[in-house]
């Protein structure tokens, strides 16, 4: 049976194949199709007629009809000079989706909440939605360590399409995107309508537009993305930003000294990771750099605090504070050690 619905589907927006019918009913009826049984009708996907389940990825949820129908004439409406047949075939194909529409719940309700945007295609699609609706502000955290040149240069007119509308941008970046001249330049051109921050670590990628709309990967290699409406989450997603946002450092500003001789602010933040136990590769990806380089830091820590292992390190980095606690008498107290060539303890 499968067999006989493999195959090209040479059909446009304006109606569905056969297999397409099918499928798309038999969805609307149970509620759910397995995401094995519309692997053989990849038109549902295309035109956004079934998207995966939050709850269990391998199944799949048919998208109301009404929402549908208003997605796909968007585009119609721009060609209806041109194109005056085929805006009538598409409203008579969806007429008859129409009908199923009392079987599932229309946009706008609980479900639409949710929505998860399978694929790159998707995801830029419902960005691009939500930057062209947006109006007052947009929150982003941007993980990870230099952001590539093009990265940046691909989102520069959507960045000065929102900045000729007033819109007002607040960027998070880790420390270690400080050293990137691309967002540097991107920064000057963009002037005061964006206000960059950075940490030692941030969370995972976040896009809030108009504090109404949040986007957030939905996988580890973020094929897949989140598009949440629901307003608890939006608000709590902004709570998490603001309170990131407080601590950070603004871009134009330096990082504050670590108080200790020979030991860099980034070095001070591998050190408290350290201390708490986690792996090199952790670090690394946590900070934003590389795991060579992060090794780097480690031997430069362990040359200056005159640590001999892993181990002798962690004590190092204990007695003079560097494991993220506050140096009280005790610790000041703690056995002094020689630094190599540097003759006194660097605690102080």
């Known amino acids: 049976m499968v067999g006989r619905e493999v195959g090209e589907h040479p059909h446009g927006a304006d109606r569905l194949c056969e297999a397409g019918n099918r499928i798309y009913s038999r969805a609307v009826r149970h509620g759910?199709?397995?995401?094995?049984?519309?692997?053989?009708?990849?038109?549902?996907?295309?035109?956004?007629?079934?998207?995966?389940?939050?709850?269990?990825?391998?199944?799949?949820?048919?998208?109301?009809?009404?929402?549908?129908?208003?997605?796909?004439?968007?585009?119609?409406?721009?060609?209806?000079?041109?194109?005056?047949?085929?805006?009538?075939?598409?409203?008579?194909?969806?007429?008859?989706?129409?009908?199923?529409g009392s079987l599932i719940e229309a946009p706008g309700t609980e479900s639409a909440a949710i929505r998860v945007l399978d694929g790159a295609a998707r995801i830029q699609g419902a960005l691009d939605e939500a930057t062209e609706a947006c109006q007052a502000e947009v929150l982003t955290v941007q993980p990870g360590g230099i952001r590539p040149e093009y990265e940046l240069t691909e989102g520069l007119h959507r960045a000065l399409a929102l900045q000729g509308r007033g819109v007002r941008m607040r960027d998070m970046y880790t420390h270690v995107a400080r050293h990137g001249q691309g967002l540097l330049n991107y920064l000057e051109i963009m002037g005061d309508s964006v206000e960059a921050r950075t940490l030692d670590e941030v969370i995972d990628r976040l896009m809030l537009f108009d504090r109404t709309v949040a986007f957030i990967p939905a996988n580890a290699d973020r094929t897949m993305a989140l598009e949440l409406r629901h307003?608890?989450?939006?608000?709590?997603?902004?709570?998490?930003?603001?309170?990131?946002?407080?601590?950070?450092?603004?871009?134009?500003?330096?990082?504050?000294?670590?108080?200790?001789?020979?030991?860099?602010?980034?070095?001070?933040?591998?050190a408290a990771l350290l201390a708490e136990g986690h792996q090199d590769a952790v670090i690394a990806e946590r900070l934003g750099i590389s795991v060579r380089t992060c090794r780097a830091h480690i031997a430069r820590l362990s040359e200056t605090l005159g640590a001999a292992s892993r181990t002798q390190l962690g004590v190092r980095i204990a007695q003079v504070g560097l494991d993220g606690t506050s140096r009280s008498s005790d610790v000041a107290s703690a056995p002094s050690f020689s630094l190599p060539d540097q003759g006194t303890p660097t605690a102080r």
């Open 32 to 100: 759910r199709v397995s995401r094995q049984h519309a692997q053989s009708v990849p038109c549902l996907l295309e035109l956004a007629l079934l998207h995966p389940d939050p709850d269990d990825m391998d199944w799949l949820v048919p998208t109301p009809p009404q929402e549908v129908m208003k997605r796909l004439l968007r585009g119609v409406y721009d060609e209806v000079s041109a194109s005056q047949r085929r805006m009538g075939s598409a409203v008579s194909a969806f007429e008859w989706f129409s009908g199923l």
């Open 231 to 270: 307003p608890a989450l939006v608000e709590y997603l902004l709570t998490v930003f603001e309170r990131f946002w407080r601590l950070a450092i603004p871009l134009t500003a330096p990082l504050p000294d670590t108080g200790i001789e020979g030991i860099s602010h980034r070095e001070q933040s591998i």
